[in-house]
């Protein structure tokens, strides 16, 4: 504390060897020093801003066998509890009505599906939305000092959106960006209880600024390519110059679908946190989201990790 005062009265008389910038640096350094507690796992993260912190992510987290939702719906084996005790703290999820006539938050469902003729989008299986959302409410509960993300395909209003927001009890604890401001830190989240950032892909969402347009706010690469080989690190959707961005990890099959049998060699640790070094090296700005489907295989939580590690993409401190 009292190098932290006499940096602030250094600033403040401009005495000789004295900048402002190295006073802010060797504050942030004090700061971290007398940190104590974790922010999303790890000390070093908390005054980092959000946009420079690596989030691991599930693309239909949703969409598990664990939540009756089963291929060729399913991305994912094990649910929410699972994915969060191992480390998941970013989530795709998709909202849909139950039914296709209804129009109402109390119907809003989440399922794994297009809209066809023939079959609903809930045909595979379907979670209800505010039972989910309020499993996430106590879940984070349990964490106090983990901020959180939600990435939502939306097919239902983003009146109903935030009806199941409200009705499980997250909607008080969502941020709003202002575009074009900095994003704060981890530990101001915190402290200002704003721990929820929560974007959408269905543009802007009148009269509620906290659920963020995706594509305005951030961007992603693309997604569902049909082998590693043809994954690139080019902005796919969204403003590339936007710092927030999700690297979408995952491949397709033949006919589109998520490819559980190529999961164990698409997850490998190697592969995808060599991936994440090219991509962060490309952009100069390290990946906000890995976002990975069949989570279990490989360990996407340890490459975010690692990621969150590294000073640069060239630090050559990596563990194996």
């Given at each position: 504390?009292?190098?932290?005062?006499?940096?602030?009265?250094?600033?403040?008389?401009?005495?000789?060897?004295?900048?402002?910038?190295?006073?802010?640096?060797?504050?942030?350094?004090?700061?971290?020093?007398?940190?104590?507690?974790?922010?999303?796992?790890?000390?070093?993260?908390?005054?980092?801003?959000?946009d420079?912190?690596?989030?691991?992510?599930?693309?239909?987290?949703?969409?598990?066998?664990?939540?009756?939702i089963?291929?060729?719906?399913?991305?994912h084996?094990?649910?929410l509890?699972?994915?969060?005790?191992?480390?998941?703290?970013?989530?795709?999820?998709?909202t849909?009505?139950?039914?296709?006539?209804?129009?109402?938050g109390?119907?809003?469902?989440?399922?794994?599906?297009?809209?066809?003729?023939?079959?609903?989008?809930?045909?595979?299986?379907q979670?209800?939305?505010?039972?989910?959302?309020?499993?996430?409410?106590?879940?984070?509960?349990?964490k106090?000092?983990?901020?959180?993300?939600?990435?939502?395909?939306?097919?239902?209003?983003?009146?109903?959106?935030?009806y199941?927001?409200?009705?499980?009890?997250?909607?008080?604890?969502?941020?709003?960006?202002?575009?074009?401001?900095?994003?704060p830190?981890?530990?101001?989240?915190?402290?200002?209880?704003?721990?929820?950032v929560?974007?959408?892909?269905?543009?802007?969402?009148?009269?509620?600024?906290?659920?963020?347009?995706?594509?305005?706010?951030?961007?992603?690469?693309?997604?569902?390519?049909?082998?590693?080989?043809?994954?690139?690190?080019?902005?796919?959707?969204?403003?590339?110059?936007?710092?927030?961005?999700?690297?979408?990890?995952?491949?397709?099959?033949?006919?589109?679908?998520?490819?559980?049998?190529?999961?164990e060699?698409?997850?490998?640790?190697?592969?995808?946190?060599?991936?994440?070094?090219?991509?962060?090296?490309?952009?100069?700005?390290r990946?906000?989201f890995?976002?990975?489907?069949?989570?279990?295989?490989?360990?996407?939580?340890?490459?975010?990790?690692?990621?969150n590690?590294?000073?640069?993409?060239?630090?050559?401190?990596?563990s194996?």
């Amino acid at each position: 504390m009292q190098r932290i005062l006499a940096l602030l009265l250094c600033g403040l008389m401009l005495l000789p060897g004295c900048t402002t910038d190295e006073m802010k640096e060797e504050i942030l350094e004090e700061e971290i020093e007398l940190e104590t507690e974790a922010c999303n796992g790890m000390v070093i993260l908390c005054h980092r801003t959000y946009d420079n912190v690596t989030f691991p992510e599930t693309h239909n987290g949703h969409a598990t066998h664990e939540d009756g939702i089963y291929y060729p719906a399913s991305n994912h084996r094990t649910g929410l509890n699972a994915q969060w005790n191992a480390g998941i703290r970013a989530f795709m999820i998709d909202t849909h009505y139950a039914t296709p006539n209804a129009d109402s938050g109390d119907a809003v469902r989440l399922c794994h599906g297009s809209n066809s003729d023939v079959y609903s989008p809930c045909y595979y299986g379907q979670v209800n939305a505010v039972d989910w959302l309020s499993d996430l409410k106590q879940l984070m509960d349990s964490k106090p000092r983990d901020v959180v993300t939600l990435l939502i395909e939306s097919h239902v209003s983003a009146e109903h959106v935030m009806y199941v927001l409200n009705q499980s009890n997250l909607s008080d604890w969502m941020f709003t960006h202002i575009l074009g401001e900095e994003w704060p830190t981890l530990i101001e989240l915190i402290e200002q209880d704003t721990r929820l950032v929560v974007f959408w892909e269905q543009g802007t969402a009148e009269s509620y600024p906290q659920i963020h347009d995706f594509v305005v706010h951030g961007w992603t690469t693309n997604y569902g390519e049909d082998s590693t080989d043809n994954m690139n690190c080019e902005v796919h959707r969204g403003d590339g110059n936007q710092p927030v961005w999700h690297m979408n990890h995952w491949v397709s099959n033949s006919i589109g679908l998520a490819d559980p049998t190529r999961s164990e060699q698409v997850n490998d640790y190697q592969l995808l946190l060599a991936r994440a070094i090219e991509c962060w090296e490309f952009h100069e700005n390290r990946p906000t989201f890995i976002a990975v489907d069949w989570w279990e295989d490989g360990d996407v939580v340890a490459v975010a990790e690692q990621i969150n590690l590294m000073e640069s993409w060239s630090n050559e401190e990596i563990s194996d």
